[in-house]
């Protein structure tokens, strides 16, 4: 049963060729014998997803179901699940219960959606390796010495296991995608706005957005038809109505045009790559879609913009973790100021600490306009080179990461790991959707295909995505020994 995708579960339930008690026992089983290796899970919710799979049963069988009703998935644990601890991969939150449901949580629990665990992540997502978790590293199960990509890289270490069939991530430079190429995943950033972020613990507000890691397109997009929607509890979510994902799927992309970007193909990204990426497109032009170079040219200014802007908001974002309210608390303090400074000294990791300190020196007096104020300028020079190019293509083509996954430790260097997302950072500081799929094996290592889409496009990135995935079979292999 673990190597069915969703669509293929909802069919099994519905022809009761298997119950979701038996489903979800399947995935719990796996999760004990094989999380051991990969240590993408901070939370297994055995007891509660019992229950779940137990009132899914009762719903198939008295016709209440809905579509995904009984179908198991991890949720990353960034997201608030009420009763369950929340940690956000940190010390700071190691003992915090949260008290209510993220909404994204809320709409899964109410399509029937079993939940299996809390997935392992970066500390409060920040890192493109999942390496800097207070739970210790995620590992690759396509090789366990290397890394599954950062930060959502438990969510998509189970995926690629096949511990979950599905799970949830969060995209705030790249964070569903970098990691989704590295495991072999399709992993979908929607459009800023387009899924409530509310209940979802903020790093960067103006630039985090949740979405789905799954084996396929399909898989994808069912699960975006109950994650998308207007909620009111979140003022960044948009009205907007969302269409039926599933419908346009196997709509023809003949005189599609795809916009290959020149600045994603010069010396920064590994030969072997270019050629698995150029190979993936000549698939494209078979299917009908004509092929335009383009060009993005201030790509290289993404990278130095996100990184004043993120750490701004983060510095803003994190100063609620003071030990007072709740989280992580130092023992026997002197006094207000040493609880706090301990508090938040021996509560966040050092990661973490960069970030917060390079925001708040970007954001104090004096290099406010200098840093913060022309970071947002540069970030409106980065969008409307995207509102210029999809005046000209459909869509946009180019590598997810500039290599297949490194190894644990390799890039201790903060700067060459934040150059890890060149090819992903651009799509949030522009709010844009993009959506990274298998294309490939490099030694045994899966590289990934990123397709970026003009506001509110999903439906035809996924259509873009499940066409691709009908003529190939990339997003079908499983690592040995899982």
């Known amino acids: 049963m673990h190597t069915k995708t969703i669509a293929e579960l ?52 008295d016709g209440t179901a809905e579509l995904l009703t009984g179908v198991p998935l991890a949720q990353k644990d960034i997201f608030c699940t009420s009763g369950v601890k929340t940690s956000c991969g940190s010390k700071m939150l190691d003992n915090f219960i949260a008290p ?8 899964f629990n109410k399509a029937g959606m079993v939940m299996l665990g809390k997935t392992n992540m970066d500390e409060f997502a920040m890192g ?27 969510s998509a270490a189970a995926v690629a296991a096949r511990l979950a069939p599905a799970a949830t991530g969060t995209d705030t430079g ?53 994650m998308a929607g ?12 969302v269409p039926d994902y599933s419908a346009t799927l196997n709509d023809s992309i003949k005189g599609l045009r795809i916009g290959l970007p020149k600045e994603y193909f010069d010396e920064g990204l590994e030969p ?9 497109i000549q698939e494209y032009e078979k299917l009908g879609a004509t092929i335009h170079e383009i060009s993005l040219p201030e790509t290289k200014l993404s990278v130095p913009t996100y990184y004043v802007i993120a750490p701004a908001e983060c510095s803003s974002n994190l100063s609620r973790y003071d030990g007072v309210r709740f989280g992580y608390r130092c023992e026997n303090p002197q006094n207000l100021e040493d609880l706090y400074k301990r508090s938040r000294g021996e509560g966040f990791g050092a990661e973490v600490k960069r970030r917060i300190m390079i925001g708040t020196y970007a954001l104090s007096s004096g290099y406010y306009d200098a840093y913060y104020l022309k970071a947002q300028k540069l970030r409106r020079i980065v969008s409307d080179d995207f509102r210029k190019a999809f005046a000209e293509v459909d869509v946009i083509m180019g590598p997810t990461s500039p290599s297949p996954a490194f190894g644990l430790g390799a890039k201790s260097d903060p700067i060459s790991m934040y150059l890890s997302d060149i090819y992903t950072i651009a799509v949030n500081l522009a709010g844009i959707p993009a959506i990274s799929i298998p ?44």
């Open 174 to 226: 790249g964070s569903i995608r970098q990691p989704a190429a590295l495991c072999n995943l399709t992993g979908l950033k929607p459009t800023y706005g387009r899924v409530s972020r509310y209940g979802m613990i903020a790093f960067a507000s103006s630039l985090d957005q949740g979405g789905p890691m799954t084996q396929t397109a399909e898989d994808a997009a069912l699960l975006m038809q109950v």
């Open 439 to 482: 294309a490939g094996f490099i030694n045994g290592l899966p590289i990934g295909l990123q397709i970026m889409g003009n506001y509110f496009n999903e439906a035809k990135l996924l259509n873009m995505a499940h066409r691709y995935q009908q003529v190939t079979d990339w997003h079908k292999k499983i690592p040995a020994g899982f």
């Open 272 to 280: 072997e790559v270019a050629k698995l990426i150029q190979a993936a």
């Open 128 to 154: 493109s390796s999942n390496e800097t978790s207070y739970y210790g590293p995620v590992r690759n199960p396509w090789d366990l010495n290397r890394v599954p990509g950062g930060s959502s890289g438990g």
């Open 230 to 241: 207007f909620d009111q509890k979140d003022s960044t979510s948009v009205d907007r109505e």
């Open 100 to 107: 209510y449901d993220a909404t994204t949580v809320e709409r």
């Open 10 to 61: 909802i069919q099994g339930l519905r022809a009761k060729e298997f119950s979701s008690e038996e489903l979800t026992r399947c995935y719990l089983d796996r999760i004990k014998s094989f999380d051991k290796q990969v240590n993408s899970f901070v939370t297994i919710t055995e007891e509660q997803a019992m229950q779940a799979a137990k009132q899914a049963d009762k719903r198939l069988s």
